[in-house]
């Protein structure tokens, strides 16, 4: 069974920065590409970061870029988002997500974890 969990969100001030982790079990997680998403109140899912199988290649959507980093720690199944001057508009529900090689979308998702950027 695919578990991803999420943890390391939490509230945190204009400018300021958070790090979420997201641990995977039940798979061969250089299987898979990683991405995080994102949903905010009212809005739909929108892609945040993404990151291919053996860490070469990452995908920023353009409301983080140059404010984000996502990387990964196959020994360790592990894939992380570090975060860095937040914005209110970054508050969200933040899902880890997986997507085997081979396939056209992520199938597996975690349960989500909060994160709030005050003003």
């Known amino acids: 069974q695919v578990q991803l969990v999420e943890s390391g969100g939490g509230l945190v001030q204009a400018g300021g920065s958070l790090r979420l982790s997201c641990a995977a079990s039940?798979?061969?997680?250089?299987?898979?590409?990683m991405g995080w998403f994102r949903q905010a109140p009212g809005k739909g899912r929108e892609s945040v970061a993404a990151i291919t199988r053996n860490g070469d290649n990452t995908y920023y959507g353009y409301p983080v870029k140059g404010r984000f980093t996502i990387s990964r720690d196959n020994a360790k199944n592990t894939v992380l988002l570090q975060m860095n001057s937040l914005e209110p508009e970054d508050t969200a529900v933040y899902y880890c997500?997986?997507?085997?090689?081979?396939?056209?979308?992520?199938?597996?998702w975690g349960q989500g974890i909060q994160v709030t950027v005050s003003s």
């Open positions: 997500a997986a997507r085997e090689v081979h396939s056209s979308r992520f199938d597996y």
């Open positions: 039940g798979l061969t997680f250089s299987d898979f590409d």
